[in-house]
């Protein structure tokens, strides 16, 4: 089982950051090339990243999205039957352009007036969806 877990701040061993974005009104979800299912942008840090830096990056590779605000929502973490914690930094986006995906892991960008209700359609049914409630809490 996963536990989730929030923090007001990401921490400085941060692996990954998770962008809840909207665009138009809509949620911004991403589906991978090589699966089927949907997920928030987001993905690895990279050497010497800030967390706003990979935010940031991550949102533009994965969405297209040229114009957009940015708003930390501070950290969280994800441990696996009480093992050690992976942590994150987690982002609200307002994208306000997109231009064309960029040719890198994404397939497509999809635009939902509400997130998939269905565990099955989520790419990280354990977590995403935590991270999703806790930026609309934020918001």
Same mark, same amino acid.
């Given at each position: 089982? *996963?536990? +989730?877990?929030?923090? !007001?701040? =990401?921490? @400085? ?13 809509? #949620? +911004?979800?991403? *589906?991978?090339?090589? /699966? ?8 690895? /840090?990279? &050497? ?7 935010? *940031? /990056?991550?949102? /533009?590779?994965?969405?297209?999205? +040229? %114009?957009?605000? $940015? ?6 973490? +994800?441990?696996?039957?009480? =093992?050690?914690?992976?942590?994150? @930094? ?12 960029? &040719? ?5 960008? %999809?635009?939902? =007036?509400?997130? !998939?209700?269905?565990?099955?359609? #989520?790419?990280?049914p354990d977590i995403?969806? $935590?991270? $999703?409630?806790?930026?609309?809490? =934020? *918001?």
């Open positions: 089982m *996963r536990t +989730v877990r929030f923090y !007001p701040e =990401a921490a @400085a061993d941060f692996k990954y950051a998770v962008i809840a974005a909207r665009y138009e009104g809509k #949620w +911004v979800f991403c *589906r991978h090339k090589s /699966r089927q299912t949907l997920e928030l942008p987001g993905g690895h /840090r990279e &050497p010497g990243e800030s967390p706003e830096e990979t935010a *940031r /990056r991550e949102l /533009r590779e994965e969405t297209g999205a +040229v %114009r957009f605000q $940015l708003v930390p929502l501070g950290g969280y973490s +994800v441990s696996e039957n009480g =093992a050690s914690e992976t942590f994150g @930094a987690l982002y609200f986006a307002e994208i306000e352009e997109l231009e064309a995906l960029p &040719p890198f892991e994404m397939a497509e960008i %999809r635009l939902l =007036a509400a997130p !998939p209700s269905e565990r099955s359609r #989520w790419t990280y995403q969806p $935590l991270l $999703l409630q806790k930026a609309q809490q =934020a *918001r």
